[in-house]
T-cell receptor
Framework: DAKTTQPPSMDCAEGRAANLPCNHS???????VYWYRQIHSQGPQYIIH???NNETNEMASLIITEDRKSSTLILPHATLRDTAVYYC??????????????FGQGTILTVHP | DGGITQSPKYLFRKEGQNVTLSCEQN?????MYWYRQDPGQGLRLIYY???????QKGDIAEGYSVSREKKESFPLTVTSAQKNPTAFYLC?????????????FGPGTRLTVL
């Protein structure tokens, strides 16, 4: 599975958009980009995933560059409850580790009042 | 309500004792996973199971054992052979064991070995 690089921490003002970047320059053609978040002492929560096209759901938008080497998770109107660690994961599945998600250190997003 | 439950939320054990962590799901998912998380770190895969009566080692299986006798249950035993068992343990499930299937996580069990 491809490795990802994320900034260790970011700040955002409440009500503003939070844009979290992720680099995955070694991603292969059939690997998906997943985003999860983890609020302190809780299990990770799925946010969104995509392959090539940009995706949007009720929680966030995912923008994937045309060469697929990087992506951005956008929380359009951040709230204090969005303070969490955000993980960008590239997942292939198949082979000997079906469905394995490799979690790195993620980005600590702090939303300020 | 559908979801994944883990019990207990906090667990304390003496060194040298085996301990079993519970994970139950009522989502009718085929695949289930166990991860371990240490302070300030990401998650690491311990074991995973694609179907009943089948399971595979993940990246850090040494000192752990699992069983999958029922589709909805995937208990994890932390044995005395695990050298650093104190950690946050997370169970997850997905409809099938493929990278394209979203994994859903339980609330976790925090194990402390004294």
């Amino acid at each position: 599975d491809a490795k990802t690089t994320q900034p260790p921490s970011m700040d955002c003002a409440e009500g503003r958009a939070a844009n979290l970047p992720c680099n995955h320059s070694t991603i292969s053609g059939n690997e998906y980009v997943y985003w999860y978040r983890q609020i302190h002492s809780q299990g990770p929560q799925y946010i969104i995933h995509g392959l090539k096209n940009n995706e949007t759901n009720e929680m966030a938008s995912l923008i994937i560059t045309e060469d697929r080497k990087s992506s951005t998770l956008i929380l359009p109107h951040a709230t204090l409850r969005d303070t969490a660690v955000y993980y960008c994961i590239v997942s292939l599945g198949g082979g000997t580790s079906y469905g394995k998600l490799t979690f790195g250190q993620g980005t600590i997003l702090t939303v300020h009042p | 309500d559908g979801g994944i439950t883990q019990s207990p939320k906090y667990l304390f054990r003496k060194e040298g004792q085996n301990v079993t962590l519970s994970c139950e799901q009522n989502l009718n998912h085929d695949a289930m996973y166990w991860y371990r998380q240490d302070p300030g770190q990401g998650l690491r895969l311990i074991y995973y199971s694609q179907i009943v009566n089948d399971f595979q080692k993940g990246d850090i299986a040494e000192g752990y054992s699992v069983s999958r006798e029922k589709k909805e249950s995937f208990p994890l035993t932390v044995t005395s052979a695990q050298k650093n068992p104190t950690a946050f343990y997370l169970c997850a499930s997905s409809p099938r064991a493929r990278g394209t299937d979203t994994q859903y996580f339980g609330p976790g069990t925090r194990l402390t070995v004294l």
